[in-house]
């Protein structure tokens, strides 16, 4: 079973900034498009940001564009997710995601990770 492992969630200041960190198995993390995705309390799930397998594609959700940021190290088999000027609506369990890009971007990677809590706090 592929295992993502995220780690960094926790609790913010509005304003404040955290950085989400995601590992993935070598085998997995070498080939695949990561992504993160997000869902609050009684709302949907979203895609927060994707990057491709080379990094050289991101995409973002318009809420977090200018905002958030999100990058790889192969070296590392480990995607990130730098989170800057957090606001409270921003409060989700946000899920680390590995495939193909349109798996990926489309909701339907096969690979998840079982999530971390972000709250921020106004």
């Known amino acids: 079973q592929v295992q993502l492992v995220e780690s960094g969630g926790g609790l913010v200041q509005a304003g404040g900034s955290l950085r989400l960190s995601c590992l993935a198995p070598?085998?997995?993390?070498?080939?695949?498009?990561m992504g993160w995705y997000r869902q609050a309390p009684g709302k949907e799930r979203e895609l927060v940001a994707g990057i491709s397998a080379t990094g050289s594609v991101t995409s973002y959700a318009d809420s977090v564009k200018g905002r958030f940021a999100i990058s790889r190290v192969n070296t590392e088999n480990t995607v990130y997710l730098q989170m800057n000027s957090l606001k409270p609506e921003d409060t989700a369990d946000y899920y680390c995601?590995?495939?193909?890009?349109?798996?990926?971007?489309?909701?339907?990677?096969?690979?998840w990770g079982q999530g971390t809590q972000v709250t921020v706090a106004s």
């Open positions: 995601v590995a495939g193909t890009w349109m798996g990926v971007v489309g909701g339907r990677a096969p690979y």
């Open positions: 070598r085998n997995i993390f070498s080939i695949s498009s």
